[in-house]
């Protein structure tokens, strides 16, 4: 028989440990999110940018968003009644995929393939995608990644739309304004089905020049999009490397499109110029030798490279795979990858940006940073951004015509591909050093550990817009904000009926 | 409660081994994969799909290092409040403190490579606290239980 002071150890110990799981369970369940509108993320925490909430008078000017009342993510559309320029269907599918040149995995593909179908418009087409779900249990979604599209058309699946589910269907459409290289990519459960293969590449070719496949600043124009199925490397879906032939002394431009989830490089031991880098031309673009451009998860570089006199050139797309370009029947060995990498903060020649970055109207931090903690109920060394974890971090409002300044900081000790639905931005300034070469305007930038960028854009899309981690991990993981203009609501919710979950 | 902190220090300890183990493992995928032709870069790191034979060894290393080892050190020093024995705070905390130590250097390593030589060289301090730990306070537990039996016996 126990003693009277054993029983009364036990009796303590005992209510202590149904305290600390009680207090432990209640402080794990009110982590858990259940359905939940991002209208309602960083309650209490609204981030205005310097400016008090409503206090912007351009939105009201715009006549598009403001005033007394609010407008739905669902009306911002391009023009109703302009029939479409360019008409698409894509059709999604749960199936296996055959990689040429490697085994088959079990993804999604869209019309039959992975990658989809390349979509190429001209500037000023009005472009209008149907969408098809045929078998993707989870539902689907499809993103613009890096057209600047209105708002309805973004695909992110619970803020401008609900996933299709299959048998369902979803037109977008868009105006084909900034000609460059974009892909497409399901916004729906994005970390697997991306991975898995629901992407394809989109090209917009500049408006009032030759047709395709050159452009008038090339002779031949290849797209080159990297992808790993199942821990295979491709470009273009095949597990192989291309050739791709080409007059001694003529012009290719070859697309690179990054749609894995970390850096990629590209490199050649022949000369070449990044002509354009996220949709956008470089300004006066030197040739660039010995050294690398690296591109982050998601970005895309247009690279100009000459076909040597005699035999081919290699360019390096990758790491692991080259596009061979000249004589289709010559070879050229590989070469070792540069330590040196291209800056682009001081590449090419300065020009305007047709907006003043010094007179901001809001001007805001994201700082990166890493904790331990619990997010819907599932513990881990999670993301923060402005030290708070989600969906408690800091949501970006404008108004629009706000000219916006932004100082990205990395904070931890992994790169972070930091991408902005709806907008691009330039780069002011890294680590406080100046931007002195073109105006390098990006929709996906690589902060390194310890980086510090400052960025501005215009608020000029009205809308709520995705502003997240492209290794898409790390948006699953809380590293995923959004920016919000002032009047905008949304009537969709995440993890409701539509089983909406964008990351 | 002797044997459970007990117990969770042996947990702590053997995590450590297979800490060891898995990225032993991982590494030795790596060279396998690049022998074979493969190519390692930052798509495959971050990619959740497997590549190569080796692969599952960098995940078992991430959650027994990020989850398991540092949520037992915890419990442990938890246990330790309860646990009427010399020192077993004391060692609790010690192991809860370089296990802290230990997942900050890990996740330090991809921006300073050469954190990976304190964060191998403290791993074995790890695992001899949880050995101390663990030694001390079952060791008191045995001899508490012998204690009760031979008092029975006389009884």
Same mark, same amino acid.
């Given at each position: ?16 440990? @149904? ?184 090209? @917009? ?179 923060? @951004? ?118 | ?23 032993? $493992? ?31 060894? $960098? ?22 409040? $309860? ?73």
């Amino acid at each position: 028989m126990p003693s009277r002071r054993e029983l009364f150890r036990r009796a303590v110990i005992g209510t202590a440990v @149904i305290t600390a799981v009680g207090a432990g369970t209640l402080a794990w369940s009110s982590t858990l999110l259940g359905e939940y509108s991002v209208m309602d993320m960083g309650d209490g925490h609204a981030d205005h940018g310097g400016h008090e909430a409503g206090a912007s008078e351009t939105s009201v000017a715009s006549g598009t968003v403001g005033g007394s009342g609010e407008v739905s993510v669902t009306a911002l559309t391009a023009e109703a009644d302009r029939p479409a320029d360019v008409h698409v269907e894509l059709v999604a599918r749960q199936e296996t995929i055959d990689v040429p040149g490697g085994r088959p995995i079990e993804g999604y593909t869209v019309n039959g393939t992975s990658p989809g179908p390349e979509i190429r418009a001209r500037q000023g087409d009005l472009v209008e995608v149907e969408f098809v779900n045929e078998s993707v249990t989870d539902g689907a979604t499809l993103h613009w990644h890096g057209i600047d599209v209105p708002n309805a058309a973004d695909g992110v699946a619970g803020i401008t739309q609900d996933a299709v589910p299959v048998g369902g269907r979803f037109t977008y459409r868009f105006e084909a304004t900034d000609a460059g290289t974009y892909w497409y990519h399901s916004h729906q459960v994005s970390h697997e089905q991306v991975e898995r293969g629901l992407l394809g590449a989109v090209v @917009i070719e500049p408006a009032g020049q030759p047709a395709s496949p050159a452009d008038g600043t090339s002779d031949v124009d290849v797209v080159a999009m990297l992808h790993l199925y199942g821990g295979q490397h491709t470009l273009n879906g095949r597990a192989k490397d291309e050739h791709v032939a080409a007059e001694p002394g003529s012009t290719v431009r070859v697309r690179v499109v990054n749609t894995d989830q970390g850096t990629a490089a590209v490199w050649s031991d022949g000369p070449f110029r990044v002509v354009a880098t996220d949709g956008h031309d470089v300004n006066q673009p030197s040739e660039v030798e010995g050294q690398r451009v690296l591109m982050p998860a998601g970005g895309r570089a247009d690279v100009a490279v000459r076909a040597p006199e005699h035999g081919t050139v290699r360019l390096h797309v990758g790491g692991a795979r080259s596009i061979l370009i000249g004589d289709p029947d010559a070879t050229a060995p590989p070469s070792p990858q540069p330590s040196e990498t291209l800056d682009l903060l001081a590449y090419g020649a300065p020009a305007p940006l047709g907006f003043d970055p010094a007179s901001a109207d809001r001007t805001y931090d994201y700082v990166i940073g890493r904790r331990f903690g619990i997010i819907d109920g599932r513990p881990g060394n999670f993301w923060t @951004i402005n030290g708070r974890m989600f969906p408690d971090v800091p949501m970006f409002h404008v108004a629009e015509g706000d000219v916006v300044r932004m100082r990205i900081v990395n904070d931890t000790g992994d790169v972070h591909p930091m991408h902005l639905h709806g907008h691009h931005v330039v780069v002011l300034s890294r680590d406080g050093v100046a931007a002195s070469g073109s105006p390098w305007w990006v929709d996906s930038l690589d902060v390194r550990p310890g980086e510090s960028y400052e960025i501005a854009f215009v608020a000029d899309n009205p809308g709520i817009w995705s502003d997240h981690c492209h290794t898409l991990s790390h948006a699953v993981d809380g590293l995923v904000t959004h920016v919000m203009y002032e009047g905008v609501t949304t009537p969709f919710t995440i993890n409701g009926a539509a089983g909406n979950q964008p990351e | 409660m002797r044997r459970i902190y007990s117990v969770i220090a042996w947990v702590i300890a053997g995590g450590v081994v297979v800490q060891a183990a898995s990225i032993g $493992f991982a590494f030795g995928g790596v060279l396998n994969h690049v022998q074979e032709g493969g190519v390692v870069d930052k798509a495959l790191i971050e990619s959740d799909q497997s590549g190569f034979t080796g692969q599952l060894g $960098f995940w078992i290393h991430e959650i027994g290092g990020g989850v398991v080892i540092p949520l037992a050190a915890v419990a442990l020093l938890v246990v330790s409040f $309860f646990v009427r024995a010399r020192g077993a705070r004391l060692w609790a905390a010690i192991v809860l403190g370089l296990v802290a130590l230990q997942a900050t250097l890990g996740y330090a390593i991809t921006d300073v490579p050469y954190i990976g030589l304190i964060h191998g060289a403290n791993a074995l301090a790890v695992l001899a606290a949880s050995v101390i730990a663990a030694l001390r306070v079952g060791r008191m537990a045995r001899t508490r239980v012998e204690e009760a039996t031979s008092d029975a016996v006389a009884a």
